[in-house]
């Protein structure tokens, strides 16, 4: 139902579009259901999606380029990375 009441929107396309077009890597705190992972993801750039409720992250391990994506379940307070990110969306 996430997906249906919070789905693609217009702020969904500029976050989007902050990335560029040259692969980069990419953190969505606070990720959900993958929405705007998967977009970053089917775009060619490295993404983590991180995201406390587990139940999210299993919706979004069903996306279409899910397998391209890290996934964590974490706060965003505890999330540590050894990655350095060239974006960070929440």
């Keep these: 139902l996430h997906d249906q009441?919070?789905?693609w929107g217009v702020d969904s396309a500029f976050y989007l579009s902050l990335a560029g077009s040259e692969a980069?890597?990419?953190l969505d705190l606070g990720c959900g259901t993958g929405i705007l992972s998967n977009a970053y993801a089917s775009l060619g750039h490295h993404v983590t999606g991180v995201d406390p409720a587990q139940a999210m992250l299993d919706v979004a391990?069903?996306?279409q380029h899910?397998?391209?994506?890290r996934w964590v379940c974490s706060s965003a307070q505890a999330f540590r990375?050894?990655?350095r990110f060239d974006l960070i969306v929440m």
Excluded: E, F, L, P
Excluded at 66 to 69: D, G
């Design 5 to 7: 009441d919070c789905g």
């Design 24 to 26: 980069r890597n990419v």
């Design 61 to 63: 391990r069903h996306k």
């Design 66 to 69: 899910a397998h391209m994506i």
């Design 81 to 83: 990375s050894a990655h």
